[in-house]
């Protein structure tokens, strides 16, 4: 039995995950899912944006797969709480053009690998009379770990390239623990190439030569930046997922927010939370499953019959998910 923890959160949260769910109970595994409360319904209904029952069933679950939150002022962020408490210190977004999808580029193909746990999402600040402090903390042990988790990634993808990503000319002693970690772990993979870049150089790179990388690894703040930069050279959040990944513990959840504007209308699109669930499945070793679900993402993409609206077209939430489904039982 696959104990899966579902966290739908808000707005278009509770659909997305509603079609994961969907996509799950199609396949022959044997799984059991828990929904756990987070997020801004729950600030309203318990005073709490993430009640210490939900970090728990996360805790104890196989994998956890997110929804979206809406952020609530003042109030802990329910995602970077889970990704703290299960120290879940690699997030992992696959950036890929897709056949039949309208985008900037049609060769992207590369992999962000983005520290999960420190810089300035430790949400550590202060205020003194007029003057508001930030605490950005950078460490040895998490710049090795997660440089070492890019490196793995490039071998396991046969990917030829990892670039360190920073901005060590300005931040010169956090990121030049990060930069210096980096090449430090590269000479435990010798066999491949490595090169680094200044953040807002990579910006600019991103969206003139993006098919020259394999995979990216940066700090937290800088890797959030690039990553959704990055998904509007392939078709928008909609169709980015994700993996925050420890050395036990998994949540998977799409790159998109909770989009309160489309919240109950029917027409989310559902692939990024599809996608991050053939991560998890991977991540469960179930990646023949996995495998199945992306071929059939990408098969339903090039056919172009059916796309929500942010794709151009004007199917529903549920019609996309059908569709997934009807082409994993076809294969």
Do not use: W
């Amino acid at each position: 039995m696959i104990k899966i923890t579902t966290i739908p959160g808000d707005g278009i949260g509770k659909e997305v995950i509603s079609s994961g769910i969907a996509i799950l109970e199609n396949l022959d595994l044997n799984m059991d899912f828990k929904e756990a409360a987070a997020g801004e319904e729950c600030f309203k209904k318990t005073g709490t944006t993430i009640p210490e029952e939900t970090i728990k069933m996360a805790k104890n679950a196989d994998a956890t797969l997110f929804g979206a939150n809406t952020s609530v002022p003042g109030e802990k962020s329910p995602i970077l709480t889970l990704r703290q408490s299960l120290d879940l210190y690699a997030n992992i977004r696959p950036v890929k053009s897709y056949a039949g999808v309208n985008s900037l580029f049609d060769n992207v193909n590369f992999i962000i690998v983005r520290e999960n746990t420190e810089g300035l999402y430790c949400q550590v600040e202060s205020l003194l009379d007029d003057k508001t402090i930030a605490q950005r903390r950078i460490t040895r042990k998490a710049s090795e770990r997660i440089s070492n988790s890019a490196f793995k990634i490039a071998k396991h993808y046969k990917k030829e390239t990892v670039t360190c990503v920073h901005k060590s000319n300005v931040l010169k002693k956090t990121d030049g623990i990060f930069k210096d970690s980096f090449y430090k772990i590269a000479k435990n993979y010798p066999n491949i190439k490595t090169n680094d870049f200044y953040v807002d150089a990579m910006a600019m790179y991103l969206v003139t030569n993006p098919e020259k990388f394999d995979v990216i690894v940066s700090t937290n703040l800088f890797g959030d930046i690039l990553s959704d930069e990055a998904a509007g050279l392939v078709g928008g959040l909609g169709l980015l997922p994700s993996g925050n990944l420890g050395d036990k513990k998994g949540l998977f959840e799409g790159v998109h927010g909770s989009a309160p504007d489309i919240a109950g209308k029917n027409i989310a699109n559902p692939i990024a939370t599809i996608l991050s669930i053939a991560m998890m499945l991977d991540f469960l070793k179930e990646d023949y499953y996995g495998n199945k679900i992306k071929t059939s993402v990408e098969n339903i993409l090039k056919q172009g019959k059916i796309k929500t609206p942010d794709l151009g077209g004007k199917n529903t939430t549920k019609e996309m998910t059908e569709a997934i489904i009807n082409e994993i039982n076809s294969l």
